[in-house]
C-alpha cells in the first residue's frame, strides 16, 4: 500500500511539473480553433494568443488574413502556409522554429486537424518532446451532432465519403451496420447523389439531419427520414457548408 501511494505521489508530481512547465514556457505548439461562420464566437483567449505568437501556421494564409481584417486585429507574427501538401516538407523547420518561437496553427475554420491538416505536425511534436497545447473552440462537426436530434452518447466522424459513387457505396456497406451516430462532410455538389447512396445502402426510413451553414444568418437543420432527405436535396439547392449526421443501425 505504501509503494503504491508513493507511486502515485511521483505520478502526480511529474503531472504537476509537465503543467508547470507548459504555463511557464513561451515556447510551444498551439492548436488553436477559429470561427466557423460566426465571428463573435471567436474568443478572447484566441485573440490574446494570436497578438502573442511568434509565427502563425494558416491553412490558407488569405482566409486567415481576413479573418483578421474581420476582427480588426493586427497582429505581429509571421503566417506562413501549412496545408497537406507541404506538412511533410515543413516539419523539420517548424520544430527547430519552436525551440525559440510560440507557434499558433490554425485552420480556414473550425478545430485544426479535424478533417484539416496538423496531424503529421502533432506527432513530430510530441516525439521530439515539443510541448503541445490547445485553445479550443468552434468545431461544425460537434455542432452539428448536437443540433441533429440523433443520440449524441456514441458517435463516430467519418469525415468526407469517397467522390466516386462506386468507392462511396462501397465505404457506406461498411458502415451499415455502424449502431453510432455517424457524422458527414460533404459539398453542395455531391450532397443529393450522397443522401441518394445513404438511402440506398442505410435504406429510405433511416433518420438523418442536414445541417448547413451553421452558426451564419441562414444557418438550417433538415430532421428527417432519408427518403425525405433526397427529396429535399433534389427540390432545393442546398448551398453552404454542409454536415450530415445520420443514425446509427438499430
Not at 494564409?61 to 493586427?74: E, G, M, P, Q
Not at 502556409?81 to 480556414?108: Q, T, Y
Not at 426510413?205 to 425525405?228: P, W
Amino acid at each position: 500500500m505504501i509503494i503504491l501511494r508513493v507511486s502515485y505521489f511521483r505520478l502526480e508530481s511529474s503531472l504537476l511539473e509537465k503543467t508547470k512547465e507548459m504555463w511557464y514556457n513561451k515556447y510551444m505548439l498551439t492548436l488553436a480553433a477559429t470561427p466557423i461562420g460566426n465571428y463573435a464566437d471567436t474568443s478572447a483567449r484566441l485573440i490574446k494568443k494570436l497578438q502573442e505568437a511568434d509565427m502563425i501556421l494558416a491553412e490558407d494564409t488569405r482566409v486567415f488574413i481576413d479573418l483578421l481584417k474581420r476582427l480588426n486585429l493586427r497582429i505581429n507574427a509571421r503566417i506562413t502556409s501549412f496545408h497537406d501538401h507541404n506538412e511533410s516538407s515543413k516539419l523539420s523547420k517548424i520544430l527547430d522554429a519552436i525551440e525559440k518561437e510560440d507557434v499558433v496553427l490554425v485552420s480556414d475554420a473550425g478545430l485544426p486537424l479535424i478533417n484539416d491538416p496538423g496531424y503529421k505536425l502533432v506527432q513530430a511534436a510530441i516525439d521530439n518532446d515539443v510541448l503541445v497545447t490547445c485553445i479550443p473552440g468552434p468545431s461544425a462537426p460537434l455542432t452539428a451532432l448536437v443540433l441533429s436530434g440523433l443520440p449524441v452518447h456514441k458517435f463516430t466522424f467519418e469525415g468526407f465519403l469517397p467522390p466516386k459513387t462506386s468507392s462511396r457505396i462501397t465505404a457506406l456497406q461498411k458502415l451499415a451496420q455502424e449502431k453510432r451516430t455517424m457524422i458527414f462532410l460533404e459539398s453542395k455538389h455531391r450532397i443529393t447523389r450522397c443522401l441518394e447512396d445513404m438511402n440506398e445502402v442505410f435504406g429510405p426510413k433511416r433518420r438523418g439531419a442536414i445541417c448547413r451553414e451553421l452558426t451564419k444568418q441562414h444557418e438550417e437543420i433538415v430532421r428527417a427520414s432519408l427518403a425525405e432527405l433526397v427529396e429535399t436535396s433534389r427540390r432545393q439547392q442546398l448551398k453552404g457548408e454542409i454536415c450530415l449526421v445520420i443514425d446509427g443501425s438499430r
